[in-house]
C-alpha cells in the first residue's frame, strides 16, 4: 500500500542533508516546502513564519543553522554568537509557530550533533566509553554546550500535540568526485559536507591523519542519514532521541585510510594538534581531534536498517573518480 502524499517543512532546507532529504520526498510524490532566509519558489522566510505562522503541514524538520566549520570564515566572537543563535532561534521560533498552530503536525524532527556527547582525554591504551541514547556527555567543552542549548530549545514543543523526534547527527558523508587531468593537480569537484572540509592536502597529495589518529569519528553515509529521517517520519511508533551515526564508528586514522584508499592518494603525515588548533581555533578544535564512539542503539532497535554500516562500503559508493 502507497501512503498519501505528505507536506513537509523544512528549516533550512536548502543545505546539504536537506536538500538531499527534499529530493527523496518529492521523488516520492511528498510536497516541501523550505523555511529560509532567502524568499523564494516553495519557500517561506523565518519572518514569513513568525508573521503568518506554520503553514498546514503533516511533519516539521529543523536543520537551520550557521555552519560551525566554516573554512572561509575566521572563529571570532560574532562568527561564534551567529552559530549559537542560528539553532537557537531558528529552533525557537519554529516550537512557537508549531504550538500556536490549530492544525499542528503529526510530527517534530529536530536535529542536534553527536557533540552532545563532549570529549574528554583518555589514558594511553584506555577504551573510549560507548555512548548511546541514554547516555550523559562525559566532559563538557564548546560544542558540548552548543549542542545542550540547542536541544533545550528543542524541548518546548507540546509533545501532547506532536510527536517529538531528536536526532543527534554524526559526521555525515556525501559524494565527492575526484577529477584528474594528466600534468595538473588532482582536483575535487563540487561535494557537500565533511569530506570537501578535508580535502586540500588529498588534492595535493598530502592526506593526513588529524592528530594521534586514534579519536573516534561517528560517521554517517548521506543516504543513511536520509534513510533515517524517512523511517522516522514513516514509522509512527518512533519517539524521542535517535542517534544517526553507522553502527560502526572507525578511528580518525582508519577513516583517513579507507578515503584515501578509494580517492587512490597516499597518506603522508599526521597534521599535528597544535596546526589544527592554529588553523580552527582551540574552542572548535575537539571537532577535528577529539571524538566519540556513539552507537545507534535506540536507531537500530526502532527496526532502521543501515544501508552502510561499514566505512569501506560508504567510501566505495561515494568516492568517484572521473578522468
Ligand atoms: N553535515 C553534518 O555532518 C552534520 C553533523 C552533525 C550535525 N549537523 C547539523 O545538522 C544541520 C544540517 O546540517 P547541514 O550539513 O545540512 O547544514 P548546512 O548545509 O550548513 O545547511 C544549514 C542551513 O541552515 C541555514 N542557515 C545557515 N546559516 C544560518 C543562520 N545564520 N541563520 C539561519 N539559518 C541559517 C541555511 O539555509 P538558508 O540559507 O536557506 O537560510 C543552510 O542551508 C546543521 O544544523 C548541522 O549543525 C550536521
Not at 46 to 55: A, D, I, K, N, S
Not at 204 to 233: E, S
Not at 237 to 251: D, E, K, W
Request: glycine share 8%; proline share 5%.
Amino acid at each position: 500500500m502507497t501512503a498519501a502524499p505528505q507536506h513537509i517543512v523544512i528549516g533550512g532546507g536548502s543545505g546539504f542533508i536537506g536538500s538531499v532529504l527534499t529530493e527523496a520526498l518529492r521523488a516520492r510524490g511528498d510536497r516541501v516546502t523550505w523555511i529560509s532566509r532567502q524568499a523564494g519558489e516553495e519557500r517561506i522566510t523565518w519572518e514569513q513564519l513568525e508573521r503568518e505562522g506554520l503553514p498546514v503541514c503533516d511533519v516539521v524538520v529543523n536543520f537551520a543553522g550557521q555552519h560551525i566549520l566554516d573554512m572561509s570564515r575566521r572563529w571570532t566572537e560574532s562568527y561564534r554568537e551567529e552559530v549559537i543563535q542560528s539553532r537557537i532561534r531558528t529552533t525557537k521560533t519554529l516550537v512557537d509557530a508549531i504550538n500556536a498552530s490549530e492544525t499542528p503536525p503529526e510530527a517534530f524532527i529536530s536535529t542536534a550533533g553527536k557533540c552532545f556527547y563532549g570529549t574528554k582525554e583518555l589514558a594511553e591504551g584506555e577504551a573510549p566509553p560507548e555512548l548511546d541514547e541514554y547516555s550523559e556527555p562525559m566532559g563538557m567543552d564548546f560544542p558540548a554546550e552548543l549542542v545542550s542549548q540547542w536541544e533545550a530549545a528543542a524541548e518546548g514543543v507540546d509533545t501532547d500535540k506532536v510527536r517529538h523526534i531528536k536526532l543527534r547527527i554524526g559526521v555525515v558523508l556525501g559524494a565527492i568526485e575526484r577529477k584528474s587531468y594528466l600534468m595538473r593537480f588532482w582536483r575535487i569537484g563540487k561535494a557537500r559536507g565533511f569530506l570537501p572540509i578535508i580535502r586540500l592536502p588529498f588534492c595535493l597529495g598530502l592526506g593526513a591523519v588529524i592528530g594521534k589518529g586514534t579519536q573516534i569519528f561517528p560517521w554517517i553515509h548521506i543516504d543513511d542519514m536520509v534513510g533515517i529521517i524517512l523511517h522516522v517520519i514513516d514509522d509512527e511508533n518512533t519517539v524521542g532521541r535517535y542517534n544517526a551515526v553507522s553502527p560502526n564508528a572507525v578511528t580518525n586514522r582508519d577513516f583517513t585510510k579507507a578515503f584515501s584508499k578509494y580517492l587512490r592518494r597516499p597518506i603522508i603525515w599526521s597534521v599535528p594538534e597544535w596546526l589544527v588548533k592554529a588553523v580552527v581555533g582551540e574552542e572548535r578544535s575537539s571537532i577535528l581531534l577529539r571524538g566519540q564512539l556513539v552507537r545507534p542503539r535506540r536507531t537500530v532497535e526502532s527496526g532502521y536498517n543501515f544501508k552502510y554500516p561499514l566505512i569501506d562500503g560508504a567510501m566505495a559508493d561515494l568516492v568517484k573518480i572521473t578522468i
